[in-house]
């Protein structure tokens, strides 16, 4: 009976706040005593494997109503933080105006994770792997600060996360204007390797997003690299020598050396350093060689 009630006791206090601002205000009262718990599917591998402890107190982020939603507003795709990975993925806006993303959270865990896990919990974890994806998208994220609302570039949080108790409320995705002539066109990759074939904690992810002139000619282009516990990252060595020049083999030769300066993957038990940037380099370079000097008809 004594155990029972100490067991009883021992169990976080679930705190539903009705808005962002109530959540903020929570957090702040109890400080490292509370977390803010959206699909919990990270959390609880946190817990389950004593990298964290779970405080006593939960904030229930999903209690809030309006936070789930998606929708397009003035030349913007808005996602709700607690939209759900599943639903992100089976979203026909942003199927049509956001494959890559959708591409990204077809790789994230199995489908009985995704229809839990939420897309702000994967910003949040920052080395989630929707990352790349929203780098390369140059997605800009809505935060709760109690008071009011801010929006800051995705790379500036990755950069210098603030350690402010702010509720993450929606990622806004820039809707790419159509190409300017029938020649020219927006392409998209996504690449993750991981230790098996799928369901698998990556290595090394890669995203791109570019847009091809008329003239073959690279007019616009974001390249992101993360895996494993890497915080991802533009490798602006490598956009920066495309822009403007239509790639070629002498050109991709470049690309791969500037990826190899500019990927610095964070320590891996299962892989070295080395094999880690070569790898961002070769998918970098294999999915730059298919877009653009792939003869067309090969490309399909
Ligand atoms: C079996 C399994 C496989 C997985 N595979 C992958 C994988 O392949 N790739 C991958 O990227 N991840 C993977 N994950 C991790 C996880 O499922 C995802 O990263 C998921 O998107 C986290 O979302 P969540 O809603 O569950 O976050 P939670 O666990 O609820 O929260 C994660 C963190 O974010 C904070 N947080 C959440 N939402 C907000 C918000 N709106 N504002 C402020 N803070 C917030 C929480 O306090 C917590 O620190 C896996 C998890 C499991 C259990």
């Not at 009630?5 to 601002?21: G, N």
């Not at 806006?93 to 993303?101: F, G, R, S, V």
């Not at 915080?231 to 490598?238: G, H």
């Not at 956009?239 to 002498?250: F, I, T, V, W």
Request: aromatic share 4%.
């Amino acid at each position: 009976m004594a155990m029972e009630q100490k067991e009883i006791l021992r169990r976080p206090s679930v705190w539903q706040p009705r808005d962002p601002a109530e959540a903020v205000r929570l957090k702040e009262a109890f400080g490292p005593d509370a977390v803010y718990v959206a699909g919990s599917t990270l959390l609880r591998t946190q817990w389950e494997a004593g990298t964290a402890v779970m405080p006593p107190h939960l904030i229930d982020l999903a209690s809030i109503p309006g936070l789930a939603g998606i929708a397009e507003q003035d030349g913007e795709l808005v996602v709700g933080s607690l939209a759900r990975l599943d639903d992100c993925r089976a979203h026909p806006a942003l199927a049509d105006k956001a494959p890559l993303l959708v591409e990204a959270i077809k790789q994230i865990a199995g489908r009985s994770v995704r229809n839990q896990a939420t897309i702000g919990g994967n910003v949040v974890y920052r080395v989630g792997d929707a990352m790349p994806a929203l780098l390369a998208l140059d997605a800009r994220l809505d935060w709760h600060d109690g008071t009011g609302s801010r929006t800051e570039d995705v790379s500036e949080w990755l950069r210098a996360p603030s350690a402010a108790p702010r509720v993450l409320t929606a990622i806004r995705l820039p809707i790419a204007e159509d190409a300017p002539t029938s020649n020219a066109r927006r392409t998209f990759a996504y690449h993750k390797v991981g230790r098996r074939e799928a369901f698998t904690p990556s290595l090394v992810t890669v995203a791109i997003a570019a847009a091809s002139a008329a003239d073959g000619s690279i007019a616009d282009i974001r390249i992101a690299a993360g895996g494993g516990q890497t915080v991802p990252k533009r490798m602006t060595r490598a956009e920066d020598a495309l822009l403007g020049k239509a790639p070629d083999a002498r050109l991709l030769a470049a690309v791969h050396e500037a990826i190899l300066e500019d990927y610095v993957p964070a320590p891996d038990p299962f892989a070295a350093d080395s094999y880690r940037k070569k790898t961002a380099a070769n998918l970098v370079v294999a999915a730059l060689w298919k877009t653009f000097c792939r003869p067309a008809e090969a490309r399909g």
